[in-house]
Structures are given as structure tokens and as C-alpha cells.
């Protein structure tokens, strides 16, 4: 500050300091003015000061950012472990099939072996009235259809599109199509091929 006053007479310094003076008692009156809701309160008979509010404030943002994690890291394990006990894929129709057949039902059905038989038996369904193909389906253990059976492992999908028209004017019938082994259920989408005529 000396150096910045050197070589100007006594009466300009003086007059420029207080010009100084002046203006930071307007500058630190404006902020305690504007920023007076920030810097001091009363609460308990007691003032808080800027950093305790400025630090309060961080640990509520804090807070609320671990909720958000958690909550994030919540779903990503419900999701998973839904999708690692699901089937998923696709029904197309194949080119021979009859048009009106598509007025009829199509249902997907999963079959696993039994445990004290080699024998696959029917566990799940999932079924589409009046589909449109290609149709996207999804089974998971909602669609058991047996007590006491868990959708795990190693299981065959059959898909058969069925319609029982009543009228002679239309025929009914069944197409069926399965998958050529087992698949893992949890494992990659699985794609059927409803093409072939079920015997009668």
C-alpha cells in the first residue's frame, strides 16, 4: 500500500484512503446485506456461522448421494438376478402356415425333466391370444404352473399355435415348433419356428 501511494502529496493520500475506507464499509455493508441469510442466523438463542451452515449443507448432499448409489445398486441386483432366471427369445411364423391360423392362440411351453424321472414334463406357459409375429416372449417363474418347481437349469421349449374355429367354414388345426435341444434358462434369447402341422 506505501508503495502504491508513492510520490503523491499528503493531502491526496489522505483523501485517497479514506475514498478506500468508504468503499469497503459500503462493499462489506451491501454483502452482509445480501448474504445475511447465509452468514448468521438465530437458533437457540445462538448464531451459526457460515461454515457450519456451508458444512451442514454438504453432509445432507452427502447423505442424499449414498441413497442414490444404494438405490441404483439395488436395482441393477434385482434386474440381474430376475433376468438370470428368465427365458426370453422369439416366435416366427413359417411360410406355410395358413393365414387364418393367426386368429388362433399361441402358447409357449416349457418342459423339464422331473426329478425322480427322465421324463420332460410340462412346468410353464406363457400364451398369446390373436398374435402378431414375430412375437417376443419372456417366461419367468411367474409362469409356473406346478408347486414346488424352480426355473433353473437345463429345459425344451415347444411353441404351438392352436384355433379351435367351431364352423365349418373354418378349419382348425395345430402348428407346432420346438427347439432342437435343451437350452439354459437364463442363457441367450431363444429363437422358434412355428411351421410344422401336429399330428392329429
Known amino acids: 500500500m506505501q508503495e502504491a501511494f508513492a510520490g503523491v502529496p499528503q493531502t491526496m493520500r489522505s483523501f485517497s484512503r479514506s475514498i478506500v475506507f ?3 464499509v459500503y462493499y462489506n455493508r451491501r ?3 445480501h448474504f445475511s441469510h447465509l452468514s448468521l442466523s438465530k437458533h437457540n438463542g445462538r448464531r451459526s456461522s457460515l461454515p457450519q451452515r456451508v458444512f451442514t449443507f454438504l453432509s445432507l448432499v452427502f447423505f442424499a448421494l449414498l441413497i442414490t448409489i444404494a438405490g441404483n445398486g439395488c436395482t441393477q441386483n434385482s434386474s440381474s438376478k430376475d433376468s438370470s432366471g428368465a427365458i426370453t427369445g422369439t416366435v416366427r411364423l413359417g411360410p406355410h402356415v395358413p393365414l ?7 402358447t409357449v411351453v416349457v418342459y ?8 420332460y414334463l410340462p412346468v410353464a406357459l406363457e400364451e398369446f391370444y390373436h398374435p402378431a409375429f414375430p412375437v417376443p416372449f419372456r417366461i419367468t417363474q411367474k409362469n409356473v404352473r406346478l408347486s414346488g418347481i424352480d426355473l433353473k437349469g ?3 421349449l415347444v411353441a404351438n399355435l392352436t384355433i379351435d374355429s367351431g364352423s365349418p367354414l373354418v378349419a382348425s388345426g395345430t402348428y407346432t415348433g420346438a ?3 435343451e437350452v439354459a434358462v437364463g442363457g441367450p434369447p431363444v429363437n422358434l419356428l412355428v411351421d410344422t402341422p401336429a399330428p392329429r
Open 22 to 24: 468508504q468503499s469497503d
Open 31 to 33: 454483502t452482509l446485506q
Open 100 to 106: 387364418w391360423m393367426m386368429h388362433g392362440t399361441l
Open 112 to 119: 423339464m425333466k422331473g426329478s425322480t424321472s427322465p421324463a
Open 154 to 156: 437345463n429345459v425344451r
Open 179 to 181: 427347439t432342437a435341444g
